[in-house]
């Protein structure tokens, strides 16, 4: 099964292209969506990061707390890399869960924020880089999140850069706004699935 790795700096667009890819009818992995869920979920990730991090970690209810993670590790490199070192794993013992399932899908897409950071654009046979504009970046993400420039500054330097990324990206899909997105994404499906045909 080909799997193709799509990632992108925060509000590149990246979810926005994967649901184009859905609507084509290809399965997706939201490698952030199912760590999100892993942390409230999986009892003992829960135990490691309360370990970790504290009793603040989670609410009375045993929920994340997400606020109270974030203002630690998006302010100290160390400790960022103390939750990823958590996280990850369970993330990818979840994707090869997950793969088992979409077996006959003609190709399979994984969509994460850190794909290059966190090396697992090597689990995939392809990936794929969305690219946009800075400033637009974060007018995106201050529209969608309601968070201060300087956070979003934040996040964006614990990321590699798009001239860094672009290096180690197979494809590039360009949302700018200067550029029609969907032909690019058509025009990529069909290269998966004539590569998807022949594997």
């Known amino acids: 099964m080909l799997k193709i790795g799509i990632t992108g700096g ?32 999986d009892p003992v990730l829960k135990e490691e990061i309360l370990k970790t991090f ?27 890399d103390k939750l990823n070192a958590l ?3 369970a993330v990818f013992r979840a ?4 793969l088992g399932i979409h077996y ?8 994460a924020a850190l794909l290059f950071e966190t090396k697992s654009y090597t689990m995939c046979d392809l990936s794929v880089l969305v690219v946009s504009p800075e400033a637009l970046r974060v ?11 300087d956070e979003i500054a934040l996040r964006m330097k614990r990321q590699l850069s798009d001239e860094q990324k672009m290096k180690l990206a197979d494809h590039i899909l360009f949302n700018d706004e200067s550029r029609l997105l969907i032909p690019q994404i058509l025009e990529l499906d069909q290269q998966f699935l004539n590569i998807g045909k022949r594997s």
Not at 95 to 98: E, L, S, T, V
Not at 104 to 111: G, L, N, Q, R
Request: aromatic share 10%; glycine share 6%.
């Open 139 to 149: 007018k995106r993400v201050i529209a969608r999140d309601a968070i201060s420039q």
């Open 95 to 98: 994707f090869d869960n997950w």
């Open 10 to 41: 925060i509000g590149s667009g990246k979810t926005t292209v994967c649901r184009v890819f859905e609507l084509l009818g290809i399965p997706i992995f939201y490698a952030d969506t199912v760590a999100k869920l892993i942390m409230n979920t």
């Open 87 to 89: 996280v990850h794993p």
């Open 54 to 80: 504290g009793q603040k970690s989670y609410s009375m209810d045993g929920e994340l707390n997400r606020s109270y993670i974030s203002s630690i590790v998006f302010k100290n490199e160390s400790e960022l």
């Open 104 to 111: 006959d899908a003609p190709y399979i897409i994984k969509e």
